[in-house]
């Protein structure tokens, strides 16, 4: 089975449901694409790189935003723990291990939870996309128009 296929058969009932769904998804309070102060360096580039890219094709509103900017936090973390790694290595002068790979850990499940909780891994984009609505072909109605 290929990426985006689906075994599952729904009543015509359960694909309306779904498809008001999917647009009730687009009737809150659209998100501000401003980063809030706080991000700067890293963060503020994922920030830009995921509202230039990403925001528009999901449906987020003004209550994802502080998780977006949970996650670019998390990103910075990450890649400051990274540097201190790099710089003082996984072992201290003093034989301890570094608590960079701690923060460092904590970071990575961290953006793992704020992007599952965003749908930016691909199954998540995959939900999205199969919540998608489709136009269903009537052949009454083609056989109408003819």
């Known amino acids: 089975m290929k990426i985006g296929e689906s075994n599952s058969h729904y009543?015509?009932?359960?694909?309306?449901?779904?498809?008001?769904?999917?647009?009730?998804?687009?009737?809150?309070?659209?998100?501000?694409?401003?980063?809030p102060a706080v991000l700067t360096g890293v963060a503020l580039i994922e920030w830009e790189r995921i509202?230039?890219?990403?925001?528009?094709?999901?449906?987020?509103?003004?209550?994802?935003?502080?998780?977006?900017?949970?996650?670019?936090?998390?990103?910075?973390?990450?890649?400051?723990?990274?540097?201190?790694?790099?710089?003082?290595?996984l072992i201290l002068e003093d034989g301890k291990s570094n608590p960079a790979v701690r923060v460092q850990s904590q970071a990575i499940k961290d953006m793992r939870l704020c992007s599952q909780s965003l749908a930016m891994t691909l199954d998540g984009r995959l939900k999205v996309e199969l919540n998608k609505p489709t136009k269903e072909v009537d052949p009454f109605e083609e056989l109408m128009q003819q």
């Open 11 to 35: 009543s015509r009932e359960q694909k309306e449901q779904r498809q008001i769904a999917n647009e009730r998804l687009f009737d809150y309070q659209e998100m501000s694409e401003s980063p």
């Open 51 to 89: 509202i230039s890219t990403v925001k528009q094709e999901m449906p987020w509103s003004e209550n994802d935003y502080q998780m977006l900017v949970a996650y670019c936090l998390a990103v910075k973390i990450m890649y400051d723990a990274q540097s201190d790694l790099n710089e003082r290595g």
